[in-house]
């Protein structure tokens, strides 16, 4: 494979404006937004994964999902070719399902906190939240030709969310609930 940078600059995006393929486009618009969102996702991820995480599984499937944004990027990018499938979806249900069971039942919202890998986890699945709605913004403008995109946001989400209550139990933290005042 050619090296695809080679160069870091070219000076081109200076005055607001960068390339996808043949096309000028202004850094504000919605894809791009969509795409630095999704990049920004992938770079807090990979904060949590340096972490040093003791769950080989965890490290794991956070690898996966940084991969899986990577594609996510790209299908944004060039939308004939499908790489976000209802298998990726239903991959991240069954852990969602799985890391949830061993964790006590919820009663009331959680404080986004706890040891620092569960807070940059909360980090994640903020970030993804955002991601998400750049994505709806995107949709409502220009359908997007995958809905499976959409499902994979909204489920990592959730993911990001019960991996940061299990990080938080790996060291013993107690979670600390919302008070209503």
Not at 67 to 90: C, H, Q, R
Not at 165 to 174: F, H, K, N
Request: proline share 3%; aromatic share 6%; with cysteine.
């Amino acid at each position: 494979m050619p090296n695809r940078l080679t160069k870091l600059y070219t000076r081109k995006g200076d005055q607001g404006f960068t390339t996808l393929g043949d096309k000028s486009i202004s850094k504000d618009d919605s894809l791009i937004e969509a795409l630095g969102t999704i990049d920004e996702l992938n770079s807090v991820i990979g904060f949590v994964v340096s972490l040093q995480i003791k769950d080989k599984e965890i490290e794991a499937c956070l690898t996966q999902i940084q991969n899986d944004l990577f594609d996510l990027g790209g299908e944004l990018y060039l939308p004939e070719k499908v790489v976000i499938t209802a298998e990726k979806v239903s991959r991240l249900e069954q852990l969602l399902d799985g890391w949830n069971k061993s964790l006590p039942p919820l009663k009331e919202f959680l404080l986004p906190r706890g040891n620092s890998k569960s807070a940059a986890c909360h980090v994640a699945r903020t970030v993804c939240r955002r991601a998400e709605r750049c994505m709806v913004r995107l949709h409502r403008q220009v359908a997007l030709g995958n809905a499976e995109m959409l499902r994979y946001l909204n489920r990592l989400s959730d993911l990001l969310f019960v991996i940061a209550r299990v990080l938080a139990r790996e060291s013993g933290e107690e979670e600390l609930l919302w008070e209503h005042r």
